[in-house]
């Protein structure tokens, strides 16, 4: 079965700081990993899949299949970071998501 | 264009009634997802659509969660005799098509029901 781990509820850091939100996975395949983001009063929308390699808003996210892991990372932490942040996995020919429970970024000024 | 939308945003229901809640994907969308989204968790899928077949409803809880999609657009998720432990928000999402990678599935805003 796949599951994601997020294992902090919430983290908070200084603008400017850098941050990094840990999503720890189990499967035995080859997944595909998302992280999705969900600001105050807005729906869950995609923020980043390993796939697309790309940075987004400054985020970036490594797939370390050693360690399954799929750490977010932002150098330098703005105000409107601040969100509910959820990674994501699914089946290499899957659909469904299975998520983690996610982490709550709170950016302090 | 327009997004997902779901309705209706809220719902207080009490314990022994049905509801139904309704999803509007994304037009041209083939696949449909419903999530179950429990206070302090992440969303937790309950079944998926492929245009109008039911592909995999592994998720639904109980004989009591019930989805359709007769057309190929919207969708109904309908719970009967609804319990406490349904309280939920319920979310909707639709991708452009099942492709051999993973569609982006974008998320509607939810429908939060309350079970007393």
């Known amino acids: 079965a796949q599951r994601v781990t997020q294992p902090e509820k919430l983290l908070s850091v200084f603008k400017g700081a850098p941050v990094e939100l840990k999503c720890n996975y189990s499967y035995s395949g080859s997944p595909e990993l998302f992280w999705y983001v969900q600001y105050s009063r807005q729906r869950l929308q995609l923020l980043l899949r390993?796939?697309s390699r790309e940075s987004i808003k400054g985020f970036t996210a490594d797939l370390n299949k050693g360690e399954t892991s799929f750490h977010l990372k932002k150098p330098f932490a703005q105000e409107e970071d601040s969100a509910m942040y959820y990674c994501a996995l699914s089946r290499e020919y899957g659909n469904k998501l299975v998520f983690g429970a996610g982490t709550i970024l709170r950016v302090k000024s | 264009g327009a997004g997902v939308s779901q309705s209706p945003r809220y719902k207080v229901a009490k314990r022994g009634q049905d509801v139904a809640l309704r999803c509007d994907p994304i037009?041209?969308?083939?696949?449909l997802f419903w999530y179950q989204q429990a206070l302090g968790q992440g969303p937790e899928f309950l079944t998926y659509f492929q245009n109008e077949a039911q592909l995999d409803k592994s998720g639904l809880p109980s004989d009591r969660f019930f989805a359709e999609r007769p057309e190929g657009s919207v969708s109904t998720l309908k719970i009967q005799r609804t319990q406490q432990e349904d309280s939920a928000v319920y979310l909707c999402a639709s991708s452009l098509f099942q492709t051999r990678r993973p569609d982006t599935q974008y998320f509607g805003p939810g429908t939060r029901l309350t079970v007393l």
């Open positions: 037009s041209g969308h083939v696949s």
């Open positions: 390993h796939i």
